[in-house]
């Protein structure tokens, strides 16, 4: 598939795309007659995982690590798995400080509500004494 086309189905840019291979994340693409890359659409994989990686927080340098070592083949599991786990704990340790804020935003948009609702209560209690439905306080 032309570049193009894999800028449109993984969703990055073309300019994107030949950035991560100068650097290393993307493997050089095979080149056709016309001298245009040629990539296998499995590289659409390759990118999902690279976008997980990103989305997560994945520093570049841990993500090139990864793509040298996925790059190297067999005998590099064990370090690609290690560099995997310890970018998890990070993940799960930004996930609990993410549930700790999501906690202060719940607390305090329930106190809002309840403001709302005291402030309801006092109109309503107020609008029946106007109308003489309510005794005096």
């Known amino acids: 598939m032309k570049i193009g086309d894999l800028a ?4 990055l840019t073309a300019h994107t795309i030949r950035y991560y291979e100068r650097i290393g994340l993307l493997p050089y693409a095979d080149r056709n007659q016309s001298r245009h890359r040629d990539y296998d659409a ?3 994989t390759w990118i999902e995982f690279l976008g997980r990686l990103k989305t997560t927080g994945m520093p570049i340098r841990d ?3 990864y793509a040298a070592l996925r790059e190297a083949g067999a005998g590099t599991e064990a370090e690609r798995r290690a560099l995997l786990e310890q970018h998890r704990e990070r993940v799960r340790a930004q996930v609990e400080d993410l549930n700790a804020c999501l906690l202060v935003l ?3 948009i329930d106190g809002y509500v309840e ?3 005291r402030k309801n209560d006092d109109d309503a209690l107020v ?3 106007i109308r003489g439905r309510g005794k005096p306080a």
């Not at 449109?8 to 969703?11: A, I, K």
Request: glycine share 6%; charged share 35%; no cysteine.
């Open 42 to 44: 499995s590289i659409l």
């Open 8 to 11: 449109r189905r993984s969703g």
């Open 115 to 117: 403001t709302e609702q």
């Open 63 to 65: 993500m090139l690590r």
């Open 127 to 129: 609008q029946n004494r």
């Open 106 to 108: 719940d607390t305090k």
